[in-house]
């Protein structure tokens, strides 16, 4: 009988399925725990039923699948307990995975997509069938796609045991099709080579749209209806921006609703793939000294600052025409706030959590224009270096009001909440590349030992500092008595580095996304209604800044941005959190 493990399986026997290993029922990698009760009552039985009908496949079959009479439909199929088990036989041996990257010629599936793949591949968390197929316009053979790949990846597995060979096993799985994004011809070719390589396996396809948004309708008119799975299921991950404003954003879901459910459309956004974004909920509801200190009680203030040390660079056509807010705040910076002040959600299932955001966004007030700063960057010379402007950049009209900073204070009208600033700060060619999550907390009322302060008072509140990157860390910032006779206070740092204290190598976000979707999980992702409340607090006040023409403040390349995001924090009785490292 099998025994439950109480720990995920070893990374070797690593499965993102519920199996047996060695006698002992494995569960996914998802669950860093032994499993609940209510999970194991959901998933045992599926377990057993699926290795009583696996011992009864292996037993009767000697060729050729009889599951692929079978037509399994995305996730509709989670309704059906039949075809539920059946889902459950995707396992390994019995489907095909294909993972098609749309744009594979671009910056985005070079330096991000592949390296994931690559990654997940050496950590054996892909199924034991599957294949990478790149797609794009740009002429290439499949040596040459597996050239480019070699070539570009870098990622954290780089210098770990056995990469050369590993990357060889990969390559051979990697293939590519050239076509034109609005082609049903060429995806129907696209259709004919994927079902060569499936065989008569049952057949799971993802697609990745590594494309501009200009495109994504175009691709999913043409690989749903000709290059579709008529088997297992299709899903398809949408990269941003998902439209420039409520209008465009709802037109485009409008769009793919023609060709997609709701269910097999996963929008990305990478930030919440990160490691410290993925451990706030579990520092906040799992340790009792934060959660009851999590609400205006408590907190004066939160902080979300992203900032970058190096321009537009190569990216200016696509950056001009949607500028920071809609770049950064209007999705990777709302999303860790949405996290951050959610209520606590029934369950960690994706649509109780997204249920939890949801809400939050929509108890939020609309962005006004008084509480926004928009800057832009300007060429500047330093230590016999000239760096260039925004505008320097050939594909930025030389007049653009572009926003590539923006200061914003956001409000959230609940009872939790109520009061207490959310400031946001994005920036590109700033001095440094960081991003966190600061948190002040209120003064100690009546501190008895405010005399005692070496620095102003107003200073000397904790603060909870998140960086999320790089070099994660968690650090809080407490008053400290400084050893000695006298009795002098000052701020010291408890202070929790992820190097120092996890040794292994923390996986790139878009390796946990990549495998959320392959695994059909959705929690990581954009829901429809969360897209809509996160445009609705954006676009009035977006609106209003282009029609007003605001001027944005000029900043010199690698300083630390426009005087006005002092202002507006001030308004609002805060003082920016030092970037950690640099009190
Ligand atoms: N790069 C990044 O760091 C990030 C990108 N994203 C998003 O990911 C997606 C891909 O980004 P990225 O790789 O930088 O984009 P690219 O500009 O590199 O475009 C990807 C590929 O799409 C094709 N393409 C480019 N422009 C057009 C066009 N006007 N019409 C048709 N095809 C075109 C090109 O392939 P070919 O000519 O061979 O067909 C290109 O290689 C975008 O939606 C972007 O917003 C999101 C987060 C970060
Ligand atoms: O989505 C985007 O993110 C990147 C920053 O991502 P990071 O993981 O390197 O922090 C940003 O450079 C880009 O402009 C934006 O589109």
Known sequence: MAKLLSSPCSPSSSTSFYSFHNGNLCYPRKLNSSPSKSHLFKWAPKIFARIQLRSHFELNSSNGHPLNAVSLQDEGSATNPQAEELRLLEIEEDSTLSITVVGAS???????????????????????????????????????????????????????????????????????????????????????????????????????????????????????????????????????????????????????KQYLTEDQIFRIDHYLGKELVENLSVLRFSNLVFEPLWSRNYIRNVQLIFSEDFGTEGR????????????????????????????????LDAEDVRNEKVKVLRSMRPLQLEDVVVGQYKGHSKGGKSYPGYTDDPTVPSNSATPTFAAAALFINNARW????????????????????????????????????????????????????????????????????????????LNLLYKARYPREIPDAYERLLLDAIEGERRLFIRRDELDAAWSLFTPMLKELEERKIAPELYPYGSRGPVGAHYLAAKHNVRWGDLTGEE
């Open 106 to 256: 671009g910056d985005l599936a070079k330096k991000k997509i592949f390296p994931a793949l690559f990654a997940l591949y050496y950590e054996d968390c892909l199924p034991k069938n599957f294949v990478v197929f790149g797609y794009s316009r740009t002429k290439m053979n499949d040596e040459e796609l597996r050239n480019m790949i070699s070539r570009t990846l870098t990622c954290r597995i780089d210098k770990r045991e056995n990469c050369d060979n590993k990357m060889a096993q990969f390559l051979k799985r990697c293939f590519y099709h050239s076509g034109q994004y609005n082609s049903e011809e060429h995806f129907q070719e696209l259709n004919c080579k994927l079902k060569e390589k499936e065989g008569s396996r049952l057949s799971n396809r993802l697609f990745y749209l590594s494309i501009p948004p200009n495109i994504f309708v175009d691709v999913v008119r043409c690989a749903s209806t000709k290059a579709s799975s008529t088997t297992g299921w299709t899903r398809v991950i949408v990269e941003k921006p998902f439209g420039r404003n409520s209008e465009s954003s709802s037109e485009l879901t409008r769009c793919l």
């Open 316 to 347: 200016g056509g696509y950056f001009d025409n949607y500028g920071i807010i809609r770049d950064i705040m209007q999705n990777h910076l709302l999303q860790i706030l949405a996290l951050f002040a959610m209520e606590t959600p029934v369950s």
């Open 418 to 493: 109520d009061g207490v600033p959310f400031l946001m700060k994005a920036g590109k060619a700033l001095h440094t590349k960081r991003a966190e999550i600061i948190v002040q907390f209120r003064h100690v009322p009546g501190n008895l030992f405010k005399r005692n302060f070496a620095t102003d008072l107003d200073k000397a509140t904790n603060e909870l500092v998140l960086r999320v990157q790089p070099d994660e860390a968690i650090y809080l910032k407490i008053n400290n008595k400084v050893p000695g006779l006298g009795m002098r206070l000052d701020r010291s740092d």
